[in-house]
C-alpha cells in the first residue's frame, strides 16, 4: 500500500525527467550462511554473509559480473538478487515493508518517479550514504544526488544510472520499408517534433514489412514526448496539473492518433506478451533510454544482434534512472553499505554501461574508454557512448512529483492503450483521468 501523507505532496526539481521503470521482490534480509532471503540456496560456502538485493526491472549488476567481481573482491560476502520486472508491483511493497519495517532487503532499489516520496516519507528507515567510506557528493551529478538528499542533508539513496533518452530502431525493418538506416540521416528525418516522427511512421507503414508496426507500445511513445517537456504532471509548487498542462494532453493525442492509425503495437510494455514481440521483431522502434538496450538484449533471439542502430530523438528528454538504499533495519547493513558505494563508483557505473546499456549518473565515468568507446551487441559498431552523452546534456530540467509513476501509468495502461482496443481517444482520456484521480485521493 502506498503512503498517504500530505508531505508526500513535495516535489523535487530535477535536471530529468523519469517516468515509469519496471518492479521487485521484497523478502527478508538474512545474514545467515548461504541462502538467499527467500530461503533458496545463494550458493556461498559455509560461513559467509549474504546480502540481499531487492531490484526491479533489468539492472544489470549481475549480467555486467559486477557481483561476480565484488565477491572475488570480497571472499567472505555472497550476494543474492530477488527481482520483479514491473516497478508498480515493487514499489508498494517496497513501501509496505519500509513502513513496517520489515521484510526488508539488505539493499532496496527506488525508481527516480518514486524517490521524492521516499525521501519525503521514508528517509528516517534509511541509512546515510553520504557518511560512508569512499562515497563523495562530488561523484555524481548534483541533481542526481539532491533528488535523494532530505532536507537536513541525509542522502539515502546513491545514483545508479540516468537515462537519457533516443530512439532506437531496426536498420533491417528501416529497409525493407524504404527508409534510411544511418543514425545520422534518421535522425533528420524527425528532428525537433515529435509529429515528424509520426510521419515517419506513415511512411514506415506504406512499405512494412508483413506483421510489423512502427513503434512497440502507445505507452512508449506517450513516456518518450512526456519525458522531453520541461513541465508535466506538477508545477514548481507541487500542484497537480496533468489535467490542465497543455504539453500532457498534446502528447496524449499525439499518442491516441499513432494508435489509431495502427502505427503502434497493441502492448504494454513490460509484460510478457511485449516480450514476444521483441523476441520476433514485431516492432521497428521504441523509444530507448540506455537501459533500454539490456531489456532489448534481454528479450531478443540471437539473430536480432547488431540489426538495432540508435538515432537522436525528437527533442530530448530523460527516462528513468535508479537508486539504491540501505534500510537501518537489515541484518547487514555495513556490509549492505560497503556493497552500495562499491556498485555506483564511477568505475562500476561505466562497466555497467559498457555491458548493459545503463548510463552512469557520475560524469567522470564519461570520459572513461568503457563510455566514449561503448558499442552493443545490439547495435553493432555503432558508438552509443557519445549519442546519449549528448542526449544527457540537453535533457530538459523538469518537476517530479511524489506521484508520478501512479500519473504515467494511468494515462499509459488505463489510457492510450484503449485507443488500440477501439475506444475513442476522448473516451480513452476520459478514463485515464478518472482511474488517476481516483488514485490519487487513496
Given at each position: ?18 517516468t515509469m ?20 540456496s ?24 559486477l ?57 528516517a ?58 543514425p ?65 494532453k ?9 494508435a ?29 533510454p ?75 565515468a564519461?570520459?572513461m ?7 552493443n ?8 557512448g ?23 501509468q ?19 482520456w476520459?478514463?485515464a ?10
Amino acid at each position: 500500500m502506498r503512503a498517504r501523507t500530505r508531505t508526500s505532496r513535495r516535489v523535487v526539481v530535477l535536471a530529468t525527467v523519469a517516468t515509469m521503470g519496471t518492479g521487485l521482490l521484497a523478502g527478508c534480509a538474512d545474514d545467515g550462511g548461504d541462502k538467499a532471503s527467500d530461503g533458496s540456496s545463494s550458493g556461498g560456502g559455509k560461513g559467509k554473509t549474504t546480502i540481499t538485493m531487492g531490484l526491479f526491472g533489468t539492472m544489470g549488476f549481475k549480467e555486467a559480473g559486477l557481483y561476480a567481481e565484488y565477491e572475488k573482491l570480497n571472499p567472505n560476502i555472497k550476494i543474492a538478487e530477488n527481482v520483479i520486472e514491473r516497478n508498480e508491483n515493487y514499489y508498494p511493497a517496497l513501501v509496505n515493508h519500509l513502513t513496517t519495517n520489515s521484510g526488508l532487503q539488505d539493499v532496496q532499489a527506488v525508481e527516480v518517479a518514486n524517490i521524492a516520496e521516499v525521501v519525503a516519507t521514508q528517509g528516517a528507515k534509511l541509512q546515510d550514504l553520504s557518511k560512508v567510506s569512499g562515497v563523495e557528493k562530488g561523484n555524481w551529478l548534483d541533481w542526481k544526488w539532491s533528488q535523494a538528499t532530505t532536507k537536513d542533508s541525509k542522502t539515502v539513496g546513491l545514483g545508479t544510472d540516468v537515462g537519457p533518452m533516443a530512439l532506437c530502431y531496426r536498420t533491417d525493418l528501416f529497409q525493407q520499408a524504404g527508409l534510411p538506416t544511418d543514425p545520422a540521416e534518421v535522425g533528420k528525418l524527425w528532428a525537433g517534433d515529435w509529429n515528424k516522427f509520426i510521419s515517419v511512421g506513415e511512411q514506415y507503414k506504406k512499405k512494412a514489412p508483413k506483421g510489423t508496426f512502427f513503434m512497440d507500445s502507445p505507452g512508449g511513445l506517450l513516456n518518450a514526448v512526456l519525458s522531453s517537456e520541461k513541465e508535466k504532471f506538477y508545477d514548481s509548487s507541487g500542484e497537480v496539473i496533468y489535467k490542465s498542462n497543455p504539453a500532457v494532453k498534446a502528447a496524449f493525442d499525439l499518442t491516441a492518433k499513432a494508435a489509431e492509425q495502427g502505427l503502434v503495437q497493441a502492448q504494454t510494455q513490460f509484460q510478457p506478451a511485449w516480450d514476444t514481440t521483441i523476441a520476433n521483431s514485431k516492432f521497428a522502434t521504441v523509444a530507448c533510454p540506455p537501459w533500454m538496450l539490456g531489456t532489448l538484449k534481454g528479450k531478443s533471439k540471437p539473430e536480432s544482434l547488431g540489426k538495432w542502430a540508435v538515432a537522436v530523438a525528437p527533442k530530448s528528454g530523460n527516462w528513468g534512472g535508479s537508486f539504491l538504499a540501505v534500510p537501518s533495519s537489515g541484518k547487514n547493513v555495513k556490509e549492505a553499505e560497503k556493497l552500495v558505494a562499491w556498485l555506483t563508483a564511477p568505475e562500476q557505473q561505466a562497466k555497467l554501461f559498457k555491458v548493459q546499456g545503463s548510463f552512469p549518473s557520475t560524469p567522470s565515468a564519461y570520459t572513461m574508454p568503457e563510455v566514449t568507446g561503448a558499442k552493443n551487441e545490439m547495435t553493432g559498431d555503432l558508438n552509443i557512448g557519445t549519442i546519449f552523452a549528448e542526449a544527457a546534456k540537453a535533457a530538459p530540467v523538469q518537476v517530479i512529483g511524489p506521484k508520478d509513476q501512479i500519473i504515467q501509468q494511468g494515462l499509459t495502461d488505463n489510457g492510450v492503450i484503449l485507443v488500440t482496443k477501439g475506444k475513442s481517444p476522448e473516451e480513452a482520456w476520459k478514463t485515464a483521468t478518472k482511474t488517476i484521480d481516483n488514485n490519487l485521493d487513496k
